[in-house]
T-cell receptor, first 116, second 113 residues
Framework: ETGVTQTPRHLVMGMTNKKSLKCEQHLGHNAMYWYKQSAKKPLELMFVYSLEERVENNSVPSRFSPECPNSSHLFLHLHTLQPEDSALYLC???????????????FGSGTRLTVV | AQSVAQPEDQVNVAEGNPLTVKCTYSVSGNPYLFWYVQYPNRGLQFLLKYITGDNLVKGSYGFEAEFNKSQTSFHLKKPSALVSDSALYFCAVRDMRGGKLIFGQGTELSVKP
């Protein structure tokens, strides 16, 4: 275990469903990140939270809605998704957004999402 | 703008042979560089990083990376590849403005027996 836990590991949802992905970190980190990883494509940074405040939103469609209720938890709420949204969604954390310690990121194992 | 490039989508190596996974970077100022590995359906795992000091950095699982400032490269190496090294490898550089990591597109390493 890395200290970053993502649930569920696998999710199949219809285009009209509403579901949520959960990420929890036990490392005392203050920054959390959502990445999308599609087959044969690079990592796409979606959202960044620092001390529960969203600091980056990289042109992500509104059908993805993040929530960070505290520094240990991060959610990604999903609604009316498209088949092309099928991907591995990765959560990561770091001590701080600016990461002056150069600690790097700690990743969870991801949620494999399939939209049917 | 800060960036990293991994010029090879795939690297094939025979077990026992040395392996190299290439990474070049473009940054203003001193670079902070990282390597991560991803096994199938898993998250990325930290391998090693270069912040300052010796140009040869040693990391997990017998991997090492050589920082070359003149060539702006940070290639990942291992003297003797194992089949279990087969995975997706990502190079990353820290964005000096905002602090976040910028990842390369990944290189798939395949080690055959």
């Amino acid at each position: 275990e890395t200290g970053v836990t993502q649930t569920p590991r696998h999710l199949v949802m219809g285009m009209t469903n509403k579901k949520s992905l959960k990420c929890e970190q036990h490392l005392g980190h203050n920054a959390m990140y959502w990445y999308k990883q599609s087959a044969k494509k690079p990592l796409e940074l979606m959202f960044v939270y620092s001390l529960e405040e969203r600091v980056e939103n990289n042109s992500v469609p509104s059908r993805f809605s993040p929530e960070c209720p505290n520094s240990s938890h991060l959610f990604l709420h999903l609604h009316t998704l498209q088949p092309e949204d099928s991907a591995l969604y990765l959560c990561a954390s770091s001590p701080s957004y600016l990461d002056r310690s150069n600690y790097g990121y700690t990743f969870g194992s991801g949620t494999r999402l399939t939209v049917v | 703008a800060q960036s990293v490039a991994q010029p090879e989508d795939q690297v094939n190596v025979a077990e026992g042979n040395p392996l190299t996974v290439k990474c070049t970077y473009s940054v203003s100022g001193n670079p902070y560089l990282f390597w991560y590995v991803q096994y199938p359906n898993r998250g990325l795992q930290f391998l090693l990083k270069y912040i300052t000091g010796d140009n040869l950095v040693k990391g997990s699982y017998g991997f090492e990376a050589e920082f070359n400032k003149s060539q702006t490269s940070f290639h990942l190496k291992k003297p003797s590849a194992l089949v279990s090294d087969s995975a997706l490898y990502f190079c990353a550089v820290r964005d000096m403005r905002g602090g976040k990591l910028i990842f390369g597109q990944g290189t798939e390493l395949s080690v055959k027996p």
